[in-house]
Every structure is written in structure tokens, then in C-alpha cells.
């Protein structure tokens, strides 16, 4: 049977782009399936490597090529224009470059080449070193384990995307996984990069060839984009231009969001947060203390557990929105900080000072690889030269959760163990390679948003729903009349849990499509009445987070009822939640963001979630506006039930053949030693055993083969 039409009838919709050097793939359902997937696409890149006949492969459709000789179509989306962090002075200096000669695409020089892909019998031609400089002599992919001091930033206003791998390179094993098959066609000058787009993986296929500039006959270059810090390195630009293949140009990736890019790097379930109000999208105050607390305390034990659970964290500071109107991208905000400027969150963590007293620490990175905050707990400040040793302490190593995000099945229940993990080595103190320490009060008043890429715990599971509007189910927000002609879920919560939900839209990077719109959902009681369901948009008495977005004057008596609620604010908050604490917990607000989400724990009981458009129909146009959106929604324990909902899938840790290497198929033999470097010891190798086992047993009941062989297989492997 047809691997392609075998794949779609195990629920596997597969579309080939680009010469099939884009293959993307969208997974319905759990087990059995992802080892079909990797089949397939290796069945297609290994087509793609044959078809060089033993040289080195020339990506047809990004970079330069017969059509496009210098490779502009690649840089930008029409040619004409070059990319670059500055204005139209620089861009115009960039072109004249390109004019000039003064920048080309050029290949690496491996330290070592990769073992022959193809069969033994098929001749493979050697890289043929140039006659010019080389930007990188002696490459590699990882020169040794990642960091996110290796992020350096080029000449192109993605930090946003940069912030995001510096702080992926914390997480060595998710990092890996980005380069499906890592480096193992190398020898034909070829990668394969793998990221996550509107819940669809897209494998990237792209050659090694790198913009590079600063070159002379004597002198290499260095590449123009963004590059490692060792200039042998070759992961970081090679992530970067995978990801501006799948968008169409390197231009493409101007200006974004930390959360979005690590939810395409990972699947983890994207989360932004305003922290501070008169900003757009503010809900209610994160650092608000509850009875008891210090103010910032819930959103430190936020923090900790994200760091616990291995999620991927980022920051930003962007400008007063009543403030200049003038102030550009990557302009000073004081202190070494800058604005509408994209940070790695990549550590927190509480030290011991003298007196028996404590203090909370956030270390960030800036994906320039320079530029560092100057204020208290800097590189150079009295506080980090003093408690330089206490620092290293408590930042060398990570207690993290093993094995998190794995939902396998809505079933399954792992114990959760807590292990200790070496911590990257960029705490010595340099204060110029961008990587700095604050503390948490300087962090809270200084940043303005905050992401993440949520690593849930094992014991989570999920659902995820898709839908879309169009002119007859779009019916806008809750002020219009036509809201109840939104589409709508019921979720049945059979016992009192912690749920985690989110909501995204069509991310339209890269294509000709408008924008993103503000969109938000409303999670409304259900309730029977004569046989007949109805939705109640709020509880009989508003709860005092429900007035969050008006004058905090007016808050007390808006919420007793002395004034008269006035015309709704900008931002509508939605209603109150029902059931939740005291006060409720407010619905999630309308944002103009990739996705939102809400944050609960919720009594048992019959809901329904209506998501919904802030705008109808288009101002400019007057056409009705559509688009597809999907709802995810996250359970501490699986109790309860999404209405169309399927299982989301293990998205983060690809645990089967995707992290195998070919010395480790199913011919007998042993793990190669690059195997067992990136398996983790404990519950989550046995983790990776059981998922692994599902798999291959899954696939071979499936074709109706003997399992036989499959058990004599694992026994290796769990050897």
C-alpha cells in the first residue's frame, strides 16, 4: 500500500510543498502513528538525497538558484528589499552590498563527515574544499551541549524568534529534537529542521548554504543573519533559516512574540501575559498578593513550578502605551534594557544572603549576545561579586519533573519523580555576553510582558477541538446580539479540577492573509431547563474581578451596585467564571494574540466554551471575517470531556524513532553512544521504553506482522 494513503487511513492528513522540501503533517489521535510519519518523511528525504547522486544537495526553492541567481526571493518576500534590524538607510546599504558582491550565500567546511546515507554501493563524491575563506572550517552541528549563550544575533529584527532557541537551548533534548535525524545528511550538505505551525508538524528540508558577509580574499566572513558564538557551530543559523524557508523569506520573521515561536519549536501550549495595566490585553494584576502574601508572591510560585516542569520562559518591555509615541524598536528603556526587545527567561531562583534572609533571582538573556541590564544584582554590581558563590549554587543545578507533557491517552497516570540536572555553564560573570542576573522586584517593574512555551506534568492530559468562523457562525462579541450565533463546546467537568485552556488562531506569517484578529472565549454555565440547554453568560452577582478593566475608584460600587454600570470598556472583560474561590475568575479578555487562555480550577459541572471575534466584519472591507481556531484544553487529572475532542498527542518529546539514530533500527545491534546521551536516566527512560513499545506494537497489529520481532528489538533497547 502506498505509505501516503496508508498514513491518511490511520488519520494522518499529509500535504508536500515546495518540491517536497517542506512535508507537514497533522496527527489525529494517539499511538501507532508517529513511527508511520517518520517512515514517510524519510522515505521522502532520503528520495531527495538519492536524487544527488552522490554530491551535494542545492535547495531548489530557498536561497540562490537558476531562477534566482543572488538568492533575493529568499531574503525578502519580493526581492527587492533586503531585511535588516534599522530603517530604509540601512536596508538600501544592504542591497547595495548584494549589488556589490559583498554578500553571498556559502557553504561550511565539516570537522568530519557523517556516515554515507546512501547504500554502499553508491558512490559519494567528498566536499570539495573552496578556494575562498570559509566562514566556518571546522563545523559542526553541537560542538558540544547547547547553550543559550550560543544565540547571537544578526542583521535581522527576529530576537523575538532568538530569544526563543536561547532559551530552547536550556532543554538540550527539545533542542535536538528541532533537527529531525540531526545531523545524519550532512555529508550532502543537507538538514532537516522540524517545527509545529496550527498544530501541524512541518519537516523543513534545506541545504547548509548560509548568507554571509564581511568578506574579503584573505579574510572569512561571518553570516549575516544570526550564528552561533563559536563560529564552528552551525545549529543556530541553521534553525533560523529552516524558519524562514517555512515562511517564504528571511524577512518574514520581522518583529513576533517569544510564546509563539516556542509553541512552532516545541508544541508546548503557548501563554503571554500582560503584567502590567493600561497595556493592551491586561487582565487582572499578576503580582496582586492574596490574603497572606507579599505582592509578586503568586506570580514567583508561578515561576518556580514553570521552571520545575522544564517550561520555556520569555520577556519583553514595551513602551507606555500613553507615553512617546515615538520610541523604536530596540530603543535604550535605561539600565543596559531595551525596548520592543525580545529576552530569554532562562533561569529563576532564591539565594541566601547574610541575616538569615533570602533573595529572588531571575537570570536573562539578550539574544545579541550583549547588552546587559547595569542595575542592582548586574555582572559588574557589589551584591553579585559578593554572592557570587551562593549564585552558582543555586543556578548550577535545576530540580525539574521527569518526563512532562506526555499525553499519550486520556488514561494514563504516571508517577511524577523529581531529578537533579546539571545547569548550563553561563553563570561566571561577563558582562558582555548578554547573559545577566536581576532581582525579581527590578524584573517585575521593569518588564511589561511575559512568555511561555508550558510544559505540563505527566499526570496532565488533554483535549483539543478545531473549528472555524464564517459568515454564518461568526456572531462577534458579547455586546453584539448575533453572539449567540458563535460555535460553541460543551465541557463536562465530572469532578472539581485544575484546567488549564487555551484558544488559537490561524497564524498567518509568511502568507499574503490579513492579520491576526482579537479573539476571546467564554466558558458559560449550562444548565436544563425542560429538557432544553441553555447558556448562562454570568453568575446572578458579578464578582469584583469582573470590573478589573474599569477606574479602581469605581470598582466598589460598580460591584455593590451603587453606580450604574456604564458602556463597556475597551477591552471587553467577559464574565465571571462560576464556582471558582470567593470571587470567580474573570474570563479571558479579547487580545489581539495568537492565543489565549485562562487559567482555573473548576467545580464540577456542565459547561460550554463559545469562542468568538471581537470584530464581526471588516471595517475596510465590510465582508464578514473568518478563520479557524483551535481549542485546547488541559486537565491536571482526566475528569473531564470536551465535546469533538481528541487527545493531544505527546507533541514535545518525540521518544520513538525520531531521536534513533540508523545504527539503532530494527536490525539487531546496539544504541549508538549519541543515543544515550540524551536519555535520561529513571522513570523517564522507562518513560521513553513504554511509548517506544506502544508504537512499534501498535503499527505491526496494524499491518498484521508478528510482534515477535518488535520484542526482540526493545530487549536491545532496554539494554
Known amino acids: 500500500m502506498d505509505l501516503e494513503k496508508e498514513l491518511n487511513e490511520h488519520g494522518v492528513n499529509v500535504v508536500c510543498s515546495k518540491m517536497d522540501t517542506i512535508i507537514s503533517v497533522r496527527i489525529h489521535g494517539a499511538t501507532g502513528k508517529r513511527l508511520l510519519v517518520d517512515n514517510f518523511v524519510a522515505s521522502k528525504v532520503a528520495k531527495l538525497a538519492k536524487s544527488c547522486e552522490g554530491k551535494i544537495y542545492f535547495d531548489p526553492c530557498f536561497g540562490p538558484n537558476d531562477a534566482d541567481s543572488t538568492g533575493m526571493l529568499a531574503l525578502c518576500k519580493n526581492g527587492d528589499v533586503i531585511p535588516s534590524k534599522g530603517g530604509s538607510q540601512h536596508q538600501a546599504k544592504i542591497i ?53 549563550g550560543d544565540v547571537i544575533q544578526g542583521n535581522l529584527g527576529d530576537c523575538w524568534f532568538l530569544g526563543a532557541i536561547s532559551v530552547l537551548a536550556t532543554r538540550m533534548q527539545l533542542l535536538i529534537q528541532v533537527f529531525w535525524r540531526e545531523d545524519q545528511y550532512k555529508q550532502h550538505g543537507m538538514f532537516v529542521c522540524r517545527f509545529m505551525k496550527d498544530f501541524m508538524w512541518h519537516y523543513v528540508v534545506l541545504d547548509d548554504r548560509i548568507p554571509v558577509f564581511g568578506y574579503t580574499n584573505n579574510r572569512a566572513g561571518k553570516p549575516f543573519f544570526a550564528r552561533c558564538s563559536d563560529p564552528n557551530e552551525l545549529w543556530v543559523p541553521l534553525i533560523e533559516k529552516a524558519y ?91 539600565q543596559g534594557l531595551y525596548y520592543k526587545h525580545a529576552y530569554g527567561l532562562v533561569d529563576v531562583g532564591e539565594i541566601q544572603l547574610e541575616g538569615n534572609k533570602t533573595q529572588r533571582l531571575v537570570k536573562v538573556r539578550n539574544p545579541w549576545g550583549m547588552g546587559e541590564w547595569t542595575g542592582p544584582w548586574s555582572d559588574q554590581s557589589d551584591e553579585r561579586e559578593k554572592y557570587d558563590a551562593e549564585i552558582h ?76 468562523w464564517d459568515e454564518t457562525s461568526n456572531g462577534g462579541n458579547t455586546t453584539k446580539s448575533t453572539w449567540i450565533n458563535n460555535p460553541r463546546y460543551q465541557l463536562l467537568v465530572k469532578e472539581r479540577c485544575h484546567l488549564y485552556m487555551s484558544m488559537s488562531q490561524h497564524d498567518p506569517r509568511g502568507s499574503a492573509e490579513s492579520g491576526i484578529f482579537p479573539i476571546g472565549f467564554h466558558i458559560c454555565t449550562l444548565q436544563e431547563v425542560n429538557g432544553n440547554k441553555f447558556e448562562v453568560k454570568e453568575p446572578p452577582k458579578k464578582a469584583a474581578p469582573y470590573y478589573r478593566l474599569y477606574q479602581k475608584a469605581s470598582q466598589p460600587g460598580l460591584c455593590n451596585g451603587t453606580l450604574l454600570e456604564p ?48 470584530m464581526r466584519t471588516n471595517k475596510d472591507t465590510g465582508k464578514t471575517n473568518m478563520g479557524r481556531f483551535w481549542i485546547s484544553v488541559y486537565g491536571q487529572r482526566p475528569v473531564f470531556h470536551l465535546e469533538g475532542g481528541q487527545p493531544i498527542v505527546e507533541e514535545e518529546e518525540m521518544t520513538d524513532f525520531l531521536l534513533i539514530p540508523r545504527e539503532a533500527s530494527v536490525v539487531p545491534g546496539v544504541l549508538s553512544p549519541a543515543f544515550k546521551e540524551i536519555v535520561v536516566p529513571g522513570e523517564a527512560q522507562h518513560r521513553q521504553f513504554e511509548n517506544l513499545k506502544d508504537e512499534m506494537l501498535a503499527q505491526a497489529r496494524a499491518k498484521g506482522r508478528s510482534c515477535v520481532y518488535v520484542y526482540r528489538f526493545l530487549l536491545l533497547y532496554s539494554k
Open 96 to 148: 547595495k552590498m548584494v549589488k556589490e558582491d559583498k554578500l553571498k550565500w556559502q557553504r561550511p567546511i565539516y570537522a568530519s563527515e557523517a556516515k554515507d546515507i546512501l547504500d554502499e554501493s553508491e558512490d559519494s563524491d567528498s566536499r570539495a574544499a573552496p578556494d575562498d575563506p570559509v566562514f566556518c572550517e571546522q563545523g559542526q552541528l553541537f560542538t558540544k551541549s547547547a547553550s543559550s
Open 393 to 468: 549554587r543555586v543556578f548550577k543545578t535545576v530540580t525539574r519533573q521527569l518526563g512532562a507533557n506526555v499525553f499519550t491517552s486520556m488514561q494514563l497516570k504516571r508517577n511524577v519523580n523529581l531529578a537533579m540536572e546539571p545547569q548550563e555553564e553561563v553563570t561566571d560573570v561577563n558582562q558582555n555576553d548578554g547573559t545577566f542576573f536581576m532581582s525579581f522586584d527590578d524584573w517585575k517593574a521593569r518588564y511589561t510582558h511575559f512568555f511561555a512555551g508550558i510544559d505540563f506534568a505527566d499526570e496532565w492530559c488533554g483535549l483539543r477541538v478545531e473549528g472555524k
Open 567 to 614: 458602556l463597556p470598556p475597551g477591552v471587553i472583560p467577559g464574565s465571571v467564571i462560576p464556582g471558582i474561590d470567593d470571587d470567580g475568575v474573570p474570563q479571558p479578555s479579547y487580545t489581539l494574540k495568537q492565543a489565549v487562555t485562562v487559567d482555573l480550577v473548576i467545580e464540577p459541572g456542565n459547561y460550554c466554551i463559545i469562542p468568538s471575534m471581537y
Open 244 to 334: 524562514a524557508k517555512l515562511h517564504g523569506s528571511y524577512e518574514a520573521l520581522i518583529g513576533g512574540y517569544i510564546d509563539v515561536a516556542l509553541s512552532d519549536l516545541t508544541g508546548l501550549c503557548s501563554e503571554q501575559i500582560i503584567l502590567k495595566p493600561d497595556y493592551p490585553g491586561y487582565g487582572d494584576d499578576p503580582f496582586a498578593p492574596k490574603p497572606g502574601e507579599q505582592a509578586g508572591d503568586g506570580f514567583w510560585k508561578r515561576l518556580l513550578t514553570y521552571k520545575r516542569n522544564g517550561t520555556l520562559m520569555g520577556c519583553s518591555i514595551q513602551p507606555d502605551p500613553k507615553g512617546n509615541k515615538n520610541i523604536v524598536a530596540e530603543g535604550s528603556a535605561g
